[in-house]
């Protein structure tokens, strides 16, 4: 009797661990997927935005960094990083701006998969650290006197997932608990464009 015990005892524990265990790897598995496709969203929002841009064309992208400056505004940065500095100049591209310019938005809640139906998937794109130069182009002047320049810029996306039906969040933190994030940066270059 006690060797049938103690065999039950055994089956049990190995059970209850087994149980433990599974619904831990399966947890892990989500969040692995999570974070796999906020990747995804915060790669996509590089892409998109750098391919606005260069429909768009890069004066556009110029056009808007003046302007914003010239009306006294300046992105806010929170809770990202630290807001501009006053000589500094930006501009952020939220994936609202794309329902203008495309049938589709770059990223929905479907484009994620059946993840989707719980998360909502979003990114804000920070343009910065802009500048314009001349290179060397076949056919123009090479002394830097040209008529066509290009533009460098920082582009850094910031994926972010969070839950469609809400959560929770600590007091005075914008950031939720169960939001998945994920940032992308690249140095773009558009042009030629005409200066």
Do not use: C, K, W
């Amino acid at each position: 009797m006690l060797v049938v015990m103690l065999m039950l005892l055994a089956a049990t524990a190995a059970g209850t661990f087994a149980a433990h265990t599974s619904t831990a790897e399966l947890r892990s598995a989500a969040a692995v997927q999570r974070m796999m496709q906020v990747q995804y969203v915060s790669e996509i929002g590089l892409v998109s935005t750098l391919a606005l841009v260069d429909t768009l064309g890069p004066a556009a992208l110029l056009h808007s960094i003046e302007q914003t400056r010239l009306r006294g505004l300046t992105p806010t940065l929170a809770p990202f990083e630290p807001n501009y500095l006053p000589t500094q100049e930006g501009y952020r591209v939220f994936l609202a701006d794309f329902g203008p310019f495309a049938t589709n938005l770059p990223v929905t809640a479907g484009s994620v998969g059946p993840i989707g139906l719980t998360y909502a998937p979003t990114f804000v794109v920070d343009v910065n650290d802009t500048y314009t130069y001349t290179g060397t182009i076949p056919g123009q002047r090479a002394d830097g006197h040209g008529r066509l320049q290009y533009l460098h810029a920082t582009y850094t996306s910031r994926g972010r997932m969070a839950l469609i039906a809400g959560d929770v969040a600590s007091p005075g933190d914008p950031r939720r608990y169960h939001e998945a994030a994920n940032d992308a940066r690249a140095r773009g270059l558009s042009g030629p464009f005409g200066r």
